[in-house]
């Protein structure tokens, strides 16, 4: 669950922060997981190719060799700090990546621009180096969000230009043209390259803003109905809680203050959860104004007494409408089970909570045993 800041967000600030959320565990986890084995798996023979370029260096000028050798051992070192980090879980991948890429990009400038300026006017042809800007471009639109990625893109293209410019300033005029061609054509190749990964990365925050607005309740920013029950299967393995609980005399908040008024008291009272509850705890809202709340590796009795600190905190809490109270009802549930019959039986304790005077936690018993057929299990 996101925390919120406090007070009551609109719709669309509920939205923005449910965003990270609303990606789902499905999504979120495995994209970490598949870039982490990709960084680790990249960065082996990246520290092998880095060393083996220093090896290499033996031959080269002396002028060319100094500059080269100092930043290809200091791509061998960040690649190897970098994976070391993440290999050991304390450092994340992105940054990871951010940080390899600042290195790497200056590293590949740096031989551009070393073999303009300095042999390219007896070769007549750019540095095998130009091959890896594709892979630069498409690295930032990995490491950052579009705008900055399409930022850090433009900076390495206008200092590629740049560099390229003043080489073919300072090569004689029979020498000049082949080389425009060629620089000409890299630069053609570079452009579209970034225009495609900006169109590409602009597509995928469309996509994925129509999927979180599926999963969403616009009103509260928190996952809805939907949400839960396609995400059952991925939220937690093993023994869980499932809490269903409502606003008390609902409709005469609604009668006495309008419905305005009272989605304003369903947006309080979420952030008020959100802000109480644990990370790992999944609130959602279930329909109306009734709630869910998710808590994985505790059983009812267990979470019971979290769940009375959460009641009590709704009654004192002084809302727009003034004070409102919620009835609970708590469920024990595991992987075996479907979700309907966990959300069923925390129903039935809401209403015994709700006969039995509301502001109050009701407990169902232990949970039945699990189906053998029908409703698919996680």
């Known amino acids: 669950m996101s925390p919120g800041r406090p007070g009551a967000p609109s719709p669309v600030r509920g939205r923005r922060r449910a965003l990270p959320l609303l990606a789902g565990p499905d999504l979120t986890r495995v994209w970490a997981r598949r870039l982490r084995r990709v960084y680790l798996a990249a960065a082996v023979p990246g520290i092998v190719g880095s ?54 990009a200056g590293y590949f400038l740096l031989v551009v621009g070393q073999k303009l300026t300095m042999t390219v006017g007896a070769q007549q042809q750019l540095s095998a180096a130009t091959f890896w800007f594709p892979v630069l471009f498409i690295t930032a639109f990995v490491a950052w ?59 995928k925050e469309h996509l994925t803003e129509v999927r979180t607005l599926a999963y969403m309740d616009v009103l509260t920013g928190l996952p809805n109905r939907r949400y839960v029950e396609e995400h059952w299967t991925h939220v937690r393995r ?63 009795a267990e979470a019971q007494r979290s769940v009375e600190v959460l009641r009590a905190a709704i009654a004192a809490h002084h809302f727009t409408v003034g004070h409102v109270t919620a009835s609970f009802g708590v469920a024990d549930g595991t992987d075996r089970h479907a979700l309907s019959d966990c959300v069923h039986r925390a129903d039935q304790a809401m209403y015994r909570a709700k006969e039995a005077g509301r502001n109050r936690v009701e407990l169902t018993p232990g949970p039945p045993p699990a189906r053998v057929s029908g409703e698919a299990h996680p």
């Open 51 to 104: 060393l083996m370029g220093v090896l290499a260096q033996a031959d080269a000028p002396e002028d060319l060799r100094r500059p080269d050798l100092l930043l290809l051992l200091a791509l061998a070192l960040t690649l190897t700090v970098c994976t070391a980090l993440v290999a050991l879980r304390r450092l994340e991948t992105v940054r990871a990546l951010q940080v390899t890429y600042a290195v790497s």
């Open 145 to 203: 969000d579009v705008r900055p990625a399409l930022r850090i893109s433009a900076v390495m293209y206008a200092l590629t230009l740049l560099l390229t410019g003043l080489s073919l300033l300072g090569q004689p005029t029979p020498d000049r043209a082949p080389l425009a061609v060629s620089a000409l054509q890299f630069l053609l190749a570079q452009g579209v390259t970034i225009a495609l990964l900006t169109s590409l990365a602009h597509m």
């Open 238 to 300: 093993g023994v869980r809680t499932v809490v269903l609980f409502d606003v008390d005399h609902f409709k005469q908040v609604n009668d006495r203050h309008g419905h305005a008024a009272g989605d304003e008291v369903l947006r309080e009272l979420a952030q008020l959860v959100r802000r109480i509850t644990p990370r790992t705890t999944l609130l959602a809202r279930w329909g109306g104004e009734e709630f869910l709340l998710l808590i994985p590796r505790q059983r009812a």
